[in-house]
């Protein structure tokens, strides 16, 4: 089974500073299948990001990815107050899992 | 517009099980692989299994086998997923979401989610 680890656990910024999130598997994977989410309380995730770099309907274009193999980055250039939430990685092919999320908040 | 609405709230006690819906409108129902994914308190998003558009091929997390039964009525274009033996550490909130499948597809469309407390 394939496991995502993402790191760090909680990144404390500021609105306007740029995040970079990180999500390693634990064996090569294709980039075709992972894809980014984020999550606020009380609300249904949300698709960001397919295939490491493909951003969803509506997605700002501050949400960017990037990666192959076993290393793959999520990055919001310049952090909007709407942007403080928890984001997942996944993998959504034939293996199916989540990382465990990275919170972004406010410094 | 794409919809997936999910039933409401239940509290359940410890051994007993529990069935969630979840209602699609908006597209193609009979097209799509649906997923559950449910996020404990205080914990990440754990997938729990996948259902074929026809409803005649399950998938299920290696923790959920044996206590879990994914379903989906094609007529009603609702999907369904029950929990049984439910212990303290279902306590959760439970979403559908649509994707997956042969296609891969990234899960575009998630349920408003389901609280799911079980407590004696």
């Known amino acids: 089974e394939i496991v995502l680890t993402q790191s760090p656990g909680t990144l404390s910024l500021s609105p306007g500073e740029r995040a970079t999130l990180s999500c390693r598997a634990s064996?090569?994977?294709?980039?075709?299948?992972l894809a980014w989410y984020q999550h606020k309380p009380g609300q249904a995730p949300r698709l960001l990001l397919y295939a490491a770099s493909s951003r969803a309907t509506g997605i700002p274009d501050r949400f960017s990815g990037t990666g192959s193999g076993t290393d793959f980055t999520l990055t919001i250039s310049r952090l909007e107050p709407e942007d403080f939430a928890v984001y997942y990685c996944?993998?959504?092919?034939?293996?199916?899992?989540f990382g465990q999320g990275t919170k972004v908040e406010i410094k | 517009q794409v919809q997936l609405v999910q039933s409401g709230a239940e509290v359940k006690k410890p051994g007993a099980s529990v069935k969630v819906s979840c209602k699609a409108s908006g597209f193609t129902f009979s097209s799509y692989y649906m997923n559950w994914v449910r996020q404990a308190p205080g914990q990440g998003l754990e997938w729990m299994g996948i259902?074929?558009?026809?409803?005649?091929?399950?998938t299920y997390a290696q923790s959920f086998q044996g206590r879990v039964t994914m379903t989906r009525g094609t007529t009603t274009s609702t999907v369904y997923m029950e929990l049984s033996s439910l212990r303290s550490e279902d306590t959760a909130v439970y979403y559908c979401?649509?994707?997956?499948?042969?296609?891969?597809?990234?899960?575009?469309?998630w349920g408003q989610g389901t609280l799911v407390t079980v407590s004696s």
């Open positions: 979401a649509r994707g997956g499948g042969i296609a891969a597809r990234p899960y575009d469309y």
């Open positions: 259902i074929s558009p026809t409803g005649d091929s399950t």
């Open positions: 064996q090569s994977v294709s980039s075709s299948f």
């Open positions: 996944q993998l959504y092919g034939s293996s199916r899992t």
